[in-house]
């Protein structure tokens, strides 16, 4: 578990240099049990040596952020010597300073051991566990250090955390502590940030939900686009190839039919615009009539060169009725009629 250790100091074998303004051998922690309830081993004083240099000494504990003012000096030549956790303590030639090196003074000169003393402020993780059958904690390691306070009542400490912006201690405390330490410290804070995180996972849910279905929608208009494309593709070839075996069917039945060019032109426009069922009905009227008239087909001619039919003339030097007689007698093809009457 992660805590904050606070710990009164030891300054029976401190040694005070009044010009130098330094006290000597200061005990910061001493191997084994602490009077508050702490069991601190050889080997953690030893691992926590770099924490302690440098450290900071105020003129007591106190909440929030600290002044320049309440500054009474630092340590320095942090060692592990003689089974304790020792340091050299500087004090500053200040207002703070020079009070609390007066009261160390006196002291050293006599004056009562408790009117004063130092307190640790540090932060530690251990485990509790009973040493002679009491509840400790075992110190596994110390982890910072803020400060190394000048207290009325050392053996009491200022046990708090400071809350102010640039509180070391604090930060410290927090990037000691395990998951389960903080989840056990403020529960509530871990159920807000569960609620916070669950609502940013269905926000990022709805937004990639809403542009799959923006994608989805997209490819939807494009596939039918393609579709009517080619629907209307398949609907014009389908028409064209309709229309193509309508004119060939159209086509044949003539050729079967045998008409005369002068009606195959009339009836092939009746027959498109007819339904097939009735092209026979029709062609066979048109045959019936052509017979009437005496129209007949060309016959088909293989093997010889293409017959031109000639015009047939009335000779005018003779009787006109006698030389159309014999002119008429000799018409052979439907053109040749159309030419005799034209003249």
Known sequence: MTTLLIES????????????????????????????RRFYSEDTLKKSVGVFEGAKAFDSHAKGERRVGELTGWYENVRFENGALRADRRFLDTNAGRDVMAVVEAIK?????????LSINAVGTGKVSKLDGEDYLHVESITAANSVDDVVNPAAGGSYIESANGDELATA?????????????????????????????????????KAEADSALKDL????????TLQA??????????????????????????????????VRKRL??????????????EKKKAKRTGAAALPVVTGAGQQVAQPITVMASRDPKTAFREALARVQSPEELQHLLGQ
């Open 109 to 117: 000169a006599g004056a009562p051991r408790n009117l004063a003393g």
């Open 272 to 285: 498109t615009g007819l339904p097939e069922t009735e092209w026979l009905e029709v062609i066979s009227t």
């Open 173 to 209: 405390m927090l990037q000691a502590m395990t998951f389960e330490e903080f989840f056990e410290s403020r529960p509530d804070y871990i159920k807000r940030i569960q609620n916070e995180m669950k609502t940013v996972r269905q926000d990022d849910a709805i937004k990639a939900a």
């Open 233 to 266: 593709t398949r609907e014009a070839a389908v028409t064209e190839l309709a229309t193509a075996r309508r004119e060939l069917a159209i086509e044949k039945a003539l050729r079967a039919a045998g008409l005369p060019a002068l009606y195959e032109n009339d």
């Open 9 to 36: 100091l030891d300054l029976s074998e401190a040694q005070f240099d009044n010009s130098a303004r330094v006290l000597k051998n200061v005990g910061l922690i001493r191997a084994g049990k602490s009077l508050n």
């Open 221 to 228: 208009k494009e596939a039918q686009s393609t579709i009517e």
